[in-house]
């Protein structure tokens, strides 16, 4: 059976079919964009409620998503555990926490993001949190491409599939598919 939150994706049309420029280079036929899930709070709230389930015992004190993507999901997340939801965002392409926002030493902290593929962002929201001198339990995701090695947990709503290819192998680009950047450019 298929997992509800893989579900709500599918029905929020958010799972894209194409060609795509992922952000580390490569093309992929699919792509996840989970945005088009979390603009429906209703939706968002039961894509992250299996995640919320596997963390609700793990003593944590607040919920950090990296900015942009990870905002939503560390709201909807610390909303439905109860606990401050704070986000890190770039300031001199360094993540940070700004406005304001406090991690004190010895919380544990759930870090949240809409997507994991290589898992860059959560390592560099994960040096933060530890700066401060706090704990990640790990990351809640809405899905989970299984390609990062992270040192810690994922909780993820989904696992997520997606084939991807180097760009000189490419057989897309062998049958002369035009490739968009998710996000960038109007969808095809
Ligand atoms: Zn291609």
Redesign the pocket.
Known sequence: MESPTLELLKESGALLEG?FLLSSGR?SNRYCQSALLLCHPERAARALAPVAEQVRGLGIDAVVGPALGGIVPAYELARQLGVPGLYVEREDEILTLRRGFVIQPGWRILIAEDVVTTGKSTLETAAVIQAAGATVVGVGCIADRGESNLPFPTFAGTQLSIQS?Q?DG?P??GQG?P?VKPGTRKQP
């Open positions: 060609h093309h290819w760009a490419c897309l680009c598919v490739i």
